[in-house]
């Protein structure tokens, strides 16, 4: 099973990784998928750009537990960071998110969240990741194996909306499932409000 980036560079618009295997750090649930995406903050700051970063995320239901009771409560689950890779330091965000959905046959619990970030003034381009290990370990190929989301943006100003662009958004699960060895066409529903 393996994964494709949405590479929507040519529009500057966001390039959103599905998944792809690359880091290993300390948290060990089963992750199943990520989607994250990114667009002007409502309220700018004048120190620098301000961005809002959204992401929804599939984690095995029997590792971050979810039903009824966690989605009427908000309470945040997971744990782990969205982290600085270019044009940026530090954390960007967390990772973590309030539980919207849960499959008991499947074992599958998915939700998402929202944060601003502040990139300083100047900054054109950045690039963050989500990453660790123990990917999803019913895999044909790839279980148990390390993981990597990264989103990159361009921050420049457009000249037709006078704001940094917007990224495409999708309201698929962050996880598809395909039967191994056989073709598939995976279509990703796009919207994007900058319509480039």
């Given at each position: 099973?393996?994964?494709?980036?949405?590479?929507?560079?040519?529009?500057?618009?966001?390039?959103?990784?599905?998944l792809?295997?690359?880091?290993?750090?300390?948290?060990?649930?089963?992750?199943?998928?990520?989607?994250?995406?990114?667009?002007?903050?409502?309220?700018?700051?004048?120190?620098?750009?301000?961005?809002?970063?959204?992401?929804?995320?599939?984690?095995?239901?029997?590792?971050?537990?979810?039903?009824?009771?966690?989605?009427?409560?908000?309470?945040?689950?997971?744990?782990?960071?969205?982290?600085?890779?270019?044009?940026?330091?530090g954390?960007?965000?967390?990772?973590?998110?309030?539980?919207?959905?849960?499959?008991?046959?499947?074992?599958?619990?998915?939700g998402?969240?929202?944060?601003?970030?502040?990139?300083?003034?100047?900054?054109?381009?950045?690039?963050?990741?989500?990453?660790?290990?123990?990917?999803?370990?019913?895999?044909?190929?790839?279980?148990?194996?390390?993981?990597?989301?990264?989103?990159?943006?361009?921050?420049?100003?457009?000249?037709?909306?006078?704001?940094?662009?917007?990224?495409?958004?999708?309201?698929?699960?962050?996880?598809?499932?395909?039967?191994?060895?056989?073709?598939?066409?995976?279509?990703?529903?796009?919207?994007?409000?900058?319509?480039?």
């Open positions: 099973l393996q994964f494709t980036r949405l590479d929507m560079e040519s529009s500057n618009a966001l390039l959103m990784l599905l792809s295997a690359v880091l290993r750090t300390a948290f060990s649930a089963h992750f199943e998928g990520a989607i994250i995406h990114w667009r002007p903050a409502a309220v700018q700051q004048s120190s620098g750009i301000a961005v809002e970063i959204s992401h929804r995320v599939t984690w095995k239901r029997s590792n971050v537990f979810c039903d009824d009771t966690t989605i009427n409560s908000l309470v945040l689950l997971a744990s782990g960071s969205l982290d600085c890779q270019e044009g940026c330091s954390t960007v965000g967390s990772m973590s998110f309030y539980c919207t959905d849960y499959g008991t046959t499947e074992n599958w619990s998915t998402g969240r929202s944060y601003n970030y502040t990139f300083a003034s100047g900054v054109t381009h950045f690039e963050a990741s989500y990453a660790s290990g123990d990917w999803i370990s019913t895999l044909v190929q790839g279980a148990d194996g390390d993981w990597e989301v990264r989103v990159k943006g361009d921050l420049s100003i457009r000249p037709d909306t006078n704001s940094i662009n917007s990224s495409p958004v999708t309201g698929m699960l962050p996880i598809v499932r395909v039967q191994h060895g056989c073709p598939s066409a995976i279509h990703i529903p796009v919207a994007d409000v900058d319509g480039d």
